[in-house]
């Protein structure tokens, strides 16, 4: 019967998808079974035919919660951007190897949705001839992206785990992640960020590292990696190869030229990249970036032979799949033409083709370099047998759909939202408290006013910033009164905001990626010159305490998502103590050669 919450078809029995798969049983037996050998997935490729192998190579978005059945406006997207209705069609029509899932193509709805579209996807892909599972991918990275909100588990970001300084939590995050993303379906997800983030000018990168201490990065990333892969049911991805931390241009609307010299890169950019194959990492994401040092052609490392065969290959002794990043980014489509970066990415050793911007011209780009002899079909059995391999080692050879069943037990379990929010507890940074005006008392203290920056929610949690820190105060037994101020308050809303503070006890206010123009820095300024003892809380970069000097306390929770902020709440309550130390350095505003706070820095609370 059909499911009309969603308009897939129930899954089929078992039974019913071991005959879809035509004979693939044979190379895994059971759920269980050991890796198969390459002789029969060789014999698998064999039976491809040339668009079939073009198709596998290709990752695909695709709109709506539907495979079969998605909303109007979705259809319209799919037939405007690609050429089809449905995510089914897309399946049958390029026989893509992979789909991922954005939360703007209204893929991720809720946990039994996601898991529908899942089984949907698999279903559509599995009754074609011949046909494979699809490997559903996606951007869960934790604190300011990711693609699945709540009701699943959300963790504090890279640079908030780096804060805590502990591998225990980096690893605890990857395998329940991992194993909520593997029961929505979900089985390659793109991350840990493995870039080490020694540009506070980064506009792309930022607080999704770990920090900016190589070492560190590397063990974060390790720990990590080793979580996701616990249970062999998600690949997890280190990105972005070779580096991507030290640039001031977001490669997804510039081309960033990195200019470390090549001993450089050896001690900065390539100790995660080398912790993360030790590891055992199963995919890693190619950067849209120019690394002159390690490639002097002009051309992005995507699409750069030197680095990722070179170096990526043959020097770090890397066999895993290489994925490029999204394909519709323009630092990869500014040298060439969109039917040549596919074909230029497949010749330089990349193995999957993300989301290009139109698949049309990407997949005939492919199958036309192969009929006209510039690849080879032997360059492209390379790559698919990469990813069947991969395939067959997350089981989904023999398990490709997932149970509603499963949702319930694995995804937003009340074990795995306390594990995140102790993991939270343990993140956030203490950077200034003077006269020890932390932790506020509610005795004294029991009015207190939220104001501050309320930057849209960034992983489908409640949000805004400020009502979120309101109600986990008032929740910890203040008042608390939330007034969304903005990241660039007008005058008029300044006014409004220090009249409610002349009647709050405290102010705690949220600040985003302050400057030294920022209007977000006169409200601080006039919200001091009331008296009123003012908390700032860092809800994005922690550079901001360089530019609020007056401030006499000062936390860094390294994004402004719920479960960071409710920890923040309780550090300011006293209900915990800070824990975190800065991973990364904060330089002085007026001299930036001179360093603010070392990384390593935080206070604590002094036992009475």
Same mark, same amino acid.
């Not at 030290?246 to 900065?268: C, K, M, N």
């Given at each position: 019967m059909p499911d009309t919450s969603t308009g897939n078809a129930t899954t089929p029995s078992?039974?019913?998808?071991?005959?879809?798969?035509?004979?693939?049983?044979?190379?895994?037996?059971?759920?269980?079974?050991?890796?198969?050998?390459?002789?029969?997935?060789?014999?698998?490729?064999?039976?491809?035919?040339?668009?079939?192998?073009?198709?596998?190579?290709?990752?695909?978005?695709?709109?709506?919660?539907?495979?079969?059945?998605?909303?109007?406006a979705d259809i319209d997207a799919n037939l405007k951007e690609i050429g089809v209705r449905t995510a089914a069609d897309l399946v049958a029509r390029y026989r893509v190897g992979g789909i991922i899932y954005f939360t703007w193509a209204h893929n991720t709805r809720d946990p039994h949705q996601i898991a529908d579209l899942s089984n949907g996807i698999q279903q559509a892909s599995l009754t074609q001839p011949r046909g494979l599972p699809v490997l559903i991918s996606t951007d869960q990275e934790h604190g300011i992206v990711c693609r699945v909100g709540e009701p699943a588990t959300l963790f504090p970001g890279a640079m908030a785990i780096g804060a805590g300084g502990s591998r225990t939590d980096a690893r605890t995050l990857g395998r329940i992640a991992g194993r909520e993303l593997a029961a929505l379906g979900i089985r390659q997800n793109y991350s840990p960020v493995a870039d080490v983030n020694v540009n506070p000018?980064? @506009? /792309? &990168?930022?607080?999704?590292?770990?920090?900016?201490?190589?070492?560190?990065?590397?063990?974060?990333? !390790? *720990?990590?990696? %080793?979580?996701?892969?616990?249970?062999?049911?998600?690949?997890?991805?280190?990105?972005?190869?070779?580096?991507?931390?030290?640039?001031?241009?977001?490669?997804?609307?510039?081309? @960033? /030229? &990195?200019?470390?010299?090549?001993?450089?890169?050896?001690?900065?950019?390539?100790?995660?990249?080398? !912790? *993360?194959?030790? %590891?055992?990492?199963?995919?890693?994401?190619?950067?849209?970036?120019?690394?002159?040092?390690?490639?002097?052609?002009?051309?992005?490392?995507?699409?750069?032979?030197?680095?990722?065969?070179? &170096?990526?290959?043959?020097?770090?002794?890397?066999?895993?799949?290489v994925v490029t990043d999204s394909l519709g980014m323009e630092g990869v489509r500014t040298k060439y033409g969109d039917d040549r970066v596919p074909v230029l990415a497949l010749k330089a050793g990349v193995d999957q083709l993300l989301n290009p911007p139109s698949l049309d011209i990407a997949w005939n780009a492919v199958l036309k370099a192969v009929q006209g002899g510039e690849l080879t079909e032997a360059r492209l059995d390379e790559s698919i047998l990469r990813i069947l391999r991969l395939k067959a080692k997350l089981r989904l050879l023999d398990e490709p759909y997932v149970s509603q069943g499963g949702v319930d037990r694995h995804v937003g379990t009340p074990s795995h939202l306390r594990a995140a929010d102790r993991i939270a507890e343990r993140t956030t940074t203490l950077l200034v408290n003077e006269g020890s005006l932390l932790p506020l008392s509610r005795r004294t203290h029991p009015k207190v006013l939220v104001v501050g920056a309320d930057p849209a929610s960034p992983s489908g949690t409640t949000g805004p910033p400020t009502g979120v820190l309101a109600a986990a105060l008032t929740e910890l037994g203040f008042t608390a009164t939330a007034l969304s101020t903005g990241t660039a308050p007008s005058a008029a809303t300044i006014a409004r905001a220090v009249t409610a503070a002349r009647e709050a006890d405290a102010v705690v206010v949220g600040t985003y990626n302050v400057t030294a123009s920022s209007a977000q820095k006169a409200l601080v300024q006039q919200l001091l010159a009331t008296g009123r003892p003012v908390v700032a809380v860092a809800i994005r970069n922690p550079y901001d305490v360089a530019q609020l000097p007056g401030v006499r306390a000062f936390l860094a929770s390294y994004s402004w998502t719920d479960v960071e902020l409710r920890a923040a709440a309780r550090v300011i309550a006293g209900r915990v103590a800070p824990r975190g130390k800065l991973p990364v350095p904060v330089q002085r505003a007026d001299d930036p050669s001179r360093v603010l706070f070392p990384v390593g820095h935080g206070l604590s609370y002094r036992r009475g």
């Open positions: 078992r039974r019913t998808v071991l005959a879809a798969t035509a004979g693939l049983t044979t190379l895994g037996g059971t759920a269980h079974a050991a890796t198969p050998d390459d002789k029969k997935l060789r014999a698998l490729i064999a039976r491809m035919t040339l668009p079939e192998k073009v198709g596998q190579l290709f990752v695909m978005r695709v709109y709506g919660h539907s495979a079969t059945a998605p909303d109007q000018a980064n @506009p /792309v &990168i930022g607080v999704r590292s770990f920090g900016a201490d190589p070492a560190a990065v590397a063990g974060m990333v !390790a *720990a990590e990696v %080793a979580g996701y892969q616990h249970a062999r049911q998600l690949a997890a991805t280190a990105k972005h190869f070779p580096g991507h931390g030290d640039t001031a241009v977001d490669s997804h609307y510039g081309f @960033p /030229v &990195i200019t470390h010299t090549r001993e450089q890169w050896e001690s900065l950019d390539a100790p995660p990249f080398r !912790a *993360a194959v030790r %590891a055992g990492i199963d995919s890693i994401m190619t950067a849209h970036i120019m690394v002159p040092a390690l490639d002097d052609s002009g051309d992005p490392a995507t699409l750069s032979r030197p680095i990722l065969t070179g &170096i990526l290959r043959e020097e770090l002794g890397y066999d895993g799949l």
